[in-house]
């Protein structure tokens, strides 16, 4: 390949990096984080584990006494769903089990959607975004998708910037495939630091390619599916498609008109015993009721299928006579549900069964940090290549690159640390919880910002690395404190023990950071971004 | 750059659509699968698209590889509604 074509897509791969970079960490780190998001609820709720607890030992009811009480209260609504329990795993073979469920329903006020929730016959309904569930779960897979923005704009957003990453990602393989395997063998760990992180960007890069090749096609399907709906219907049929009904794309089968004539329903046991007959190999997650008491109710029922890649499947039965109205199963596959089925699955890595999955999971947890890693050292090598060698001052482009890459990613760090934190310290169920986990996070980014912004670049950047350290160690402490010691955890809650252990890690992995910044900043090459004092260069050929 | 540039963002887009769609269009599969397959793969197709046009040395020479890569695939994906093999999805006609 010619030396000006490879230079042309260096630039683009360069600055379509640049431009992204910071939110793709957030994307990368948040996303990592996320994978473990039932983990981490659970780690960061109380109120769950005491239900865990509950749910080993007493209250137990069966799930029709849950739909029965529910459907004797006075916050009866025809169209509602039966979960297990808060954590939304398995109904029990047979539907009969007595175990822990719970009922969720939702209702339109002033325009916005609510949810609400009811975790025993007979308790009381508790607002689904409050702190039923943990806040801090929830919000970190706001921010892997919209960066604590406004979640239609930072949607959109993120699904433009997942174009420019796509991008990103095609012209570094355009440049990089002519040495590819040299690449991934070329590790010069020395005095040139500069080098040694070249090198881990692109070893990263080259061994995480396919995992981002699927991240990119993933992400735009998730995140711009309305837009390709549009686009495709625009661009290829003449704009035909008739947008009101892009719904019906999705159906498993189409919802009867709503009735008024009362009619007996199925019980829970029955509807199971339908659907075991229809698929002996379903399992069922959850029920999802429409009209529920009338003629025409259907029931929804949605769970998975082993050794499938779309794992999600779902089996629409008459509510009232068990008459199959439509299906969307392994080899019947609804092809928009099918397609959907498929990015879920790969893009929050649930697929596999038993061992398998959680090396999946695991493996998407080390991939998605080292991600975040890529984006991180793609800005710090763009500053570095580009240093003024012989120069005490440095650009000024350099200088706001340098803050804006430490604000916008450490800050990200700081502040999801600070978040966990919050919902672990503050009373759960409260309100002063459910608006001070989101808070949290958005004082850590503004506290990183704020302080690297007064402080010379090296010494902000090593003084928010300590803090990123400090506060994350406090998360498996506070752990510890507030609600059981590692060594129990690690027995009882396996879950929330390793959120723990991942927390410490994190943590010795940031002081270690923190201590390697701080050297070369007062040993490195001088005249960078990141020196303690410019001064004259002596020996070019010393380390960063 | 600004011509490569434009012509990959703006050109790119079309192409990434009709260019998908032809593809899917002799699959032997019902519409609204081959409909779902241009959904999903479409808009990575655009960064493919947006990629390819910085392989041109020259910006005109990126407008006119795109219009001209833009003007076959709308005529042969024309052809292939034509034939029958792409269309609007089953049950929304």
């Given at each position: 390949?010619?030396?000006?074509?490879?230079k042309?897509?260096?630039?683009?791969?360069?600055?379509?990096?640049?431009?992204?970079g910071?939110?793709?960490?957030?994307?990368?780190?948040?996303?990592a984080?996320?994978?473990?998001?039932?983990?981490?609820?659970?780690?960061?709720?109380?109120?769950?584990?005491?239900?865990?607890?509950?749910?080993?030992?007493?209250?137990?009811?069966?799930?029709?006494?849950?739909?029965?009480?529910?459907?004797?209260?006075?916050?009866?609504?025809?169209?509602?769903?039966l979960?297990?329990?808060?954590?939304?795993?398995?109904?029990?073979?047979?539907?009969e089990?007595?175990?822990?469920?719970?009922?969720?329903?939702?209702?339109?006020?002033?325009?916005?959607?609510?949810?609400?929730?009811?975790?025993?016959?007979?308790?009381?309904?508790?607002?689904?975004?409050?702190?039923?569930t943990?806040?801090?779960?929830?919000?970190?897979?706001?921010?892997?998708?919209?960066?604590?923005?406004?979640?239609?704009?930072?949607?959109?957003?993120?699904?433009?910037?997942?174009?420019?990453?796509?991008?990103?990602?095609?012209?570094?393989?355009?440049?990089?495939?002519?040495h590819?395997?040299?690449?991934?063998?070329?590790?010069?760990?020395?005095?040139?630091?500069?080098?040694?992180?070249?090198?881990?960007?692109?070893?990263?890069?080259?061994?995480?390619?396919?995992?981002?090749?699927m991240?990119?096609?993933?992400?735009?399907?998730?995140?711009?599916?309305?837009?390709?709906?549009?686009?495709?219907?625009?661009?290829?049929?003449g704009?035909?498609?008739?947008?009101?009904?892009?719904?019906?794309?999705?159906?498993?089968?189409?919802?009867?008109?709503?009735?008024?004539?009362?009619?007996?329903?199925?019980?829970?046991?029955?509807?199971?015993?339908?659907?075991?007959?229809?698929?002996?190999?379903?399992?069922?997650?959850?029920?999802?009721?429409?009209?529920?008491?009338?003629?025409?109710?259907?029931?929804?029922?949605?769970?998975?299928?082993?050794?499938?890649?779309?794992?999600?499947?779902?089996?629409?039965?008459?509510?009232?006579?068990?008459?199959?109205?439509?299906a969307?199963?392994?080899?019947?596959?609804?092809?928009?549900?099918?397609?959907?089925?498929?990015v879920?699955?790969?893009?929050?890595?649930?697929?596999?069964?038993?061992?398998?999955?959680?090396?999946?999971?695991?493996?998407?947890?080390?991939?998605?940090?080292?991600?975040?890693f890529?984006?991180?050292?793609?800005?710090?090598?763009?500053?570095?290549?580009?240093?003024?060698?012989?120069?005490?001052?440095?650009?000024?482009?350099?200088?706001?690159?340098?803050?804006?890459?430490?604000?916008?990613?450490?800050?990200?760090?700081?502040?999801?640390?600070?978040?966990?934190?919050?919902?672990?310290?503050?009373?759960?169920?409260?309100?002063?919880?459910?608006?001070?986990?989101?808070?949290?996070?958005?004082?850590?980014?503004?506290?990183?910002?704020?302080?690297?912004?007064?402080?010379?670049v090296?010494?902000?950047?090593?003084?928010?690395?300590?803090?990123?350290?400090?506060?994350?160690a406090?998360?498996?402490?506070?752990?510890?404190?507030?609600?059981?010691?590692?060594?129990?955890?690690?027995?009882?809650?396996p879950?929330?023990?390793?959120?723990?252990?991942?927390?410490?890690?994190?943590?010795?992995?940031?002081?270690?950071?923190a201590?390697?910044?701080?050297?070369?900043?007062?040993?490195?090459?001088?005249?960078?971004?990141?020196?303690?004092?410019?001064?004259?260069?002596?020996?070019?050929?010393?380390?960063? | 750059?600004?011509?490569?540039?434009?012509?990959?963002?703006?050109?790119?887009?079309?192409?990434?659509?009709?260019?998908?769609?032809?593809?899917?269009?002799?699959?032997?599969?019902?519409?609204?699968?081959k409909?779902?397959?241009?959904?999903?793969?479409?808009?990575?197709?655009?960064?493919?698209?947006?990629t390819?046009?910085?392989?041109?040395?020259?910006?005109?020479?990126?407008?006119?590889?795109?219009?001209?890569?833009?003007?076959?695939?709308?005529?042969?994906?024309?052809?292939?509604?034509?034939?029958?093999?792409?269309?609007?999805?089953?049950?929304?006609?």
């Amino acid at each position: 390949m010619k030396g000006a074509t490879i230079k042309r897509f260096t630039s683009l791969h360069t600055w379509t990096g640049i431009t992204t970079g910071v939110l793709l960490f957030v994307a990368f780190y948040a996303g990592a984080l996320t994978v473990y998001k039932a983990e981490i609820d659970a780690w960061a709720n109380p109120v769950v584990h005491a239900e865990l607890e509950a749910e080993r030992t007493e209250r137990l009811f069966t799930p029709q006494q849950a739909v029965e009480a529910f459907i004797n209260s006075p916050h009866f609504t025809p169209d509602f769903y039966l979960f297990s329990s808060r954590y939304r795993t398995h109904l029990p073979d047979g539907g009969e089990t007595p175990g822990r469920y719970a009922i969720y329903w939702s209702e339109r006020v002033d325009g916005e959607r609510v949810g609400w929730d009811v975790f025993e016959p007979g308790g009381q309904p508790i607002q689904s975004n409050a702190a039923t569930t943990s806040q801090a779960a929830n919000f970190i897979e706001l921010l892997h998708f919209t960066m604590g923005l406004p979640e239609t704009f930072g949607t959109y957003l993120f699904g433009a910037v997942t174009l420019l990453y796509g991008v990103a990602l095609l012209s570094g393989l355009v440049i990089h495939l002519p040495h590819l395997v040299k690449d991934l063998f070329s590790m010069r760990i020395g005095s040139n630091l500069k080098l040694f992180w070249q090198d881990a960007h692109n070893v990263i890069g080259v061994l995480s390619l396919p995992f981002h090749l699927m991240f990119v096609v993933t992400s735009l399907v998730l995140a711009l599916t309305l837009v390709a709906i549009l686009g495709t219907s625009f661009f290829t049929l003449g704009n035909q498609f008739p947008t009101d009904r892009i719904g019906e794309l999705y159906e498993v089968a189409p919802h009867p008109a709503a009735s008024d004539t009362p009619a007996d329903m199925l019980d829970v046991p029955t509807l199971f015993a339908r659907v075991k007959e229809i698929q002996p190999d379903f399992t069922v997650s959850s029920i999802h009721w429409h009209g529920y008491g009338t003629a025409t109710a259907a029931a929804e029922i949605s769970g998975d299928y082993p050794d499938s890649l779309i794992s999600s499947a779902d089996i629409q039965l008459d509510a009232s006579t068990g008459a199959l109205q439509g299906a969307n199963l392994p080899g019947a596959h609804n092809p928009a549900l099918a397609a959907s089925g498929v990015v879920v699955s790969l893009h929050f890595a649930r697929f596999g069964e038993g061992l398998g999955r959680q090396l999946v999971r695991l493996s998407y947890l080390l991939l998605g940090l080292l991600g975040a890693f890529l984006f991180y050292s793609g800005n710090l090598l763009w500053i570095e290549t580009r240093r003024k060698r012989r120069n005490t001052q440095q650009p000024h482009l350099h200088h706001a690159l340098a803050r804006l890459t430490v604000a916008g990613c450490l800050g990200t760090v700081l502040g999801i640390s600070l978040l966990l934190l919050t919902a672990k310290l503050l009373p759960a169920e409260s309100l002063l919880r459910a608006a001070w986990v989101p808070n949290a996070w958005y004082l850590g980014l503004a506290a990183s910002a704020a302080w690297v912004l007064l402080r010379p670049v090296w010494r902000g950047t090593v003084e928010v690395l300590w803090a990123c350290a400090v506060i994350t160690a406090a998360v498996p402490i506070a752990n510890a404190i507030i609600y059981m010691p590692p060594w129990q955890s690690a027995l009882i809650a396996p879950g929330v023990f390793g959120v723990d252990l991942v927390a410490l890690l994190l943590a010795i992995g940031f002081a270690l950071t923190a201590r390697a910044a701080a050297r070369r900043a007062h040993n490195g090459q001088p005249n960078s971004v990141w020196a303690d004092t410019p001064r004259l260069a002596t020996h070019e050929g010393a380390s960063l | 750059m600004w011509g490569q540039t434009t012509a990959g963002f703006l050109a790119g887009l079309p192409l990434a659509f009709l260019s998908v769609a032809l593809l899917a269009s002799p699959l032997p599969f019902e519409l609204k699968t081959k409909f779902t397959l241009t959904v999903v793969f479409a808009l990575p197709m655009y960064c493919v698209t947006i990629t390819a046009a910085f392989a041109a040395a020259r910006g005109y020479k990126a407008w006119g590889w795109m219009l001209a890569a833009n003007l076959v695939c709308g005529a042969l994906l024309f052809v292939a509604v034509q034939l029958g093999w792409y269309g609007l999805p089953e049950g929304l006609q």
